[in-house]
């Protein structure tokens, strides 16, 4: 019996910082690699070209849409012959490196059609030796739902969101639902401090124009806790030059400028800044670099102050009963 097909999705727009560890360390065990760019400038395209597993789709529609960019890969993926295990990693995440020596690979490999596999993060940070993983609300795992293996007929669904949805084909009914445990998804979004404030940054704009959310919900949803239980990262999840030829940390390059702080100065342009004037975006470098006057008030000064001092404590009583009030008179 032939093993099935891995074959990874992704999408990018100027990731270029940390494609070429995408790349490598995704390379190890995909058959192929399905990239959906939106038109990158910044050498990821050409990072993509030159790796022969790697099948590059042009997104010319420059708009935020998770649902088209899934539709592409999916489709495209599905133009291959075969049995195979949809994979979906955003550019900013690789497998950790012990994946291949676990149980929970070698039930991924010998799965069945319509199986589903979730997975958790492991958010990498600076210092290359510490991560931290996220939680629900109720401190249970955050698992995400990323791993399908293709019956070739379940159709995509964004359950009616643009953002933040299953990015792999979901059944509806009497799905099959497993949990990876025995290996992670290494996350380089918290890696880069400046690359991670623009990143919520720029989630807030288009969260803000898709799905209409509160001001309050959406500070508490992009601005990081400080207050998350860091832990060292195990020996045996980081590619390395001995054993795989590479070092993973030396793929990523910190020092590219943010391109999200860009996509951002169009919102602006296209919608007036007077229109996310309330948005907690507002930090004093941004405005500083792009020669922005601060749209806010005094009111929406303290509002801010009042949401960046209380992150840590969300689930406080006192804080929760405040933002209800908050978010009555239109926050």
């Known amino acids: 019996m032939n093993s099935p097909l891995l ?161 792999i084909p979901y059944p509806k009914e009497n799905v099959k639902e497993f949990y990876v445990n025995d290996f992670t998804i290494l996350h380089f979004s918290f890696f880069s401090e400046k690359w991670n404030i623009a990143k919520q940054r720029f989630y807030q704009f288009v969260d803000f124009d898709k799905n209409k959310r509160s001001i309050i919900k959406l500070s508490r949803m992009y601005k990081r806790p400080s207050n998350w239980e860091i832990k060292e990262i195990p020996k045996s999840w980081i590619y390395n030059e001995t054993v795989n030829n590479f070092n993973l940390f030396d793929e990523v390059n910190t020092d590219n400028i943010p391109i999200l702080d860009y996509a951002i100065l169009d919102f602006i342009k296209s919608n007036g800044i007077m229109r996310y004037r309330k948005l907690n975006v507002w930090d004093d470098s941004f405005l500083k670099n792009f020669k922005i006057n601060d749209p806010r008030n005094q009111f929406d000064k303290i509002i801010h102050f009042y949401l960046n001092t209380t992150s840590n404590h969300t689930n406080n009583i006192f804080i929760r009963v405040i933002d209800k009030i908050l978010k009555k008179i239109g926050l």
């Not at 050409?46 to 708009?63: G, Q, T, Y």
């Open 7 to 167: 074959i990874c999705l992704t999408s990018t727009r100027n990731y270029g910082w940390v494609t070429g560890a995408f790349l490598k360390a995704n390379s190890l065990w995909a058959d192929y690699i399905i990239m959906v760019d939106q038109m990158s400038t910044d050498g990821t395209r050409e990072m993509a070209i030159n790796n022969p597993k790697v099948i590059l789709l042009d997104n010319e529609d420059m708009s935020y849409s998770e649902t088209k960019r899934s539709e592409m890969a999916i489709n495209r993926a599905r133009e291959i012959e075969g049995d195979k295990i949809l994979i979906y990693l955003a550019i900013d995440e690789v497998l950790s490196a012990n994946y291949f020596e676990t149980n929970d690979w070698e039930r991924i490999l010998n799965s069945k059609p319509g199986d589903v596999f979730c997975m958790y993060w492991a958010n990498l940070i600076s210092d290359k030796k510490h991560f931290f993983s996220m939680n629900q609300t109720d401190g249970s795992t955050l698992w995400m739902a990323r791993i399908f293996h293709d019956d070739g007929v379940t159709p995509y669904d964004n359950e009616g969101l643009d953002m933040h949805t299953h990015c």
